[in-house]
């Protein structure tokens, strides 16, 4: 049988209610990329879950369908979330699929622009708050406290059991948890889900590296953040929903919860660009965790399984290419030309 998403494909593990009514975009499903040149440099077994291939180009999905046909089987008829970008796209496409009015706040001039087309694209009603993520989802709590509006942010518990079958097909591919995870985190949702979804599936468990922006790093401070700051603007969260939950499962997997600069992260987008995978500066956090980590002896990567989760493809953010790669070279339409700037 052909592939029919993520709820056909383990619903059975996500405990969702009677009246959810599936809808679905064929989520998940995402290759688990190996990587042979970073692997050979790291004497490890390395691949990429690549998020990236998406219906809508990020791991959201996994949770949007979930929370959409939750909300629709109840009789939702307007959704609402904050969101840094990827989260507005994906609840846009899953309320238009389930013929839902979909409203996204997102701080202005702060997202990137692949997430902001999608939105527009998918017909919902973006807003722009002066603000930041963080006060664009206190207004979102609020206006679903007063209101029938349905929240979908990964404070809706549905969202997180989507989610965890990111866990699921990381196992079924390999037989068994990893010995590593490592992955990036903002609003903390999607590391809950791995280790609630790892611990589920009882195919072992991995430790759990998660990666925040050093400008945006409230977990690694131990306090929240008012004015986040980073190039990796999908993470630029000072108040994550989630926090205590990513704290602990970061504590029962032995693993952590570190920071990197915005260039350790422009420098592994670059790496894993070298090696065909292009994902959004957010998405190489968790590779940029593990080399930062493994070059001063802090991770002890030799001889180990790991994964490392790339959450958003790199479409979602091309303004970042000219600034971070090399910009294309311009010539008159002649030979001589071209041939003397490809021997240069
Ligand atoms: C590419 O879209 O919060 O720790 O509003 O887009 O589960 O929040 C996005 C987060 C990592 C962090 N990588 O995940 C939003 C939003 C990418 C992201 C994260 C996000 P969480």
């Not at 899953?94 to 702060?110: D, M, N, Q, T």
């Not at 030799?302 to 294309?328: L, N």
Request: charged letters at 20%.
């Amino acid at each position: 049988m052909t592939y029919q998403g993520l709820i056909h494909r383990y619903g059975q593990y996500l405990d969702l209610p009677a009246h959810t009514k599936n809808i679905s975009l064929l989520e998940g499903n995402t290759p688990l990329i190996p990587m042979p040149r970073l692997s050979a440099e790291l004497g490890c077994e390395l691949f990429i879950k690549f998020e990236g291939l998406n219906p809508t180009g990020s791991f959201k999905d996994r949770g949007m369908t979930a929370a959409i046909s939750e909300a629709v089987g109840r009789g939702a008829q307007t959704v609402i979330c904050a969101s840094t970008g990827n989260t507005a796209a994906s609840a846009a496409a899953y309320a238009a699929r389930a013929g839902l009015r979909s409203i996204v706040l997102i701080p202005e001039g702060k997202v990137a622009a692949g997430k902001l087309a999608g939105a527009i694209a998918y017909g919902a009603e973006v807003i722009q708050v002066q603000g930041s993520f963080d006060d664009a989802l206190t207004l979102v709590v609020e206006i679903t406290q007063k209101t029938p509006i349905a929240l979908v942010n990964s404070i809706n518990p549905f969202r997180i059991k989507g989610q965890k079958t990111a866990a699921f097909e990381i196992c079924d591919d390999l037989g068994s948890a990893p010995d590593w995870l490592c992955l990036p985190v903002g609003n903390a949702g999607n590391i809950t889900s791995y280790w609630a979804g790892f611990k589920q599936y009882q195919k072992g468990l991995p430790q759990v590296l998660g990666v925040q922006a050093a400008g945006a790093a409230p977990l690694v401070l131990g306090h929240p953040v008012e004015k986040p700051e980073t190039i990796a603007t999908a993470i630029r969260i000072g108040k994550p929903a989630r926090g205590e939950q990513a704290l602990d499962a970061a504590q029962e997997s032995n693993g952590r919860i570190i920071a990197v600069s915005d260039e350790q992260i422009l420098s592994a987008q670059r790496i894993l660009a070298a090696e065909g995978v292009w994902v959004e500066p957010a998405s190489a956090a968790g590779l940029s965790g593990l080399l930062a980590e493994s070059t001063v002896g802090k991770f002890e990567a030799r001889g180990k399984r790991i994964v490392v989760v790339c959450t958003g493809h790199g479409m979602k953010d091309p303004s970042i290419i000219t600034e971070s790669f090399q910009s294309p070279k311009v010539i008159p339409a002649n030979y001589d030309a071209l041939i003397d700037l490809i021997e240069e």
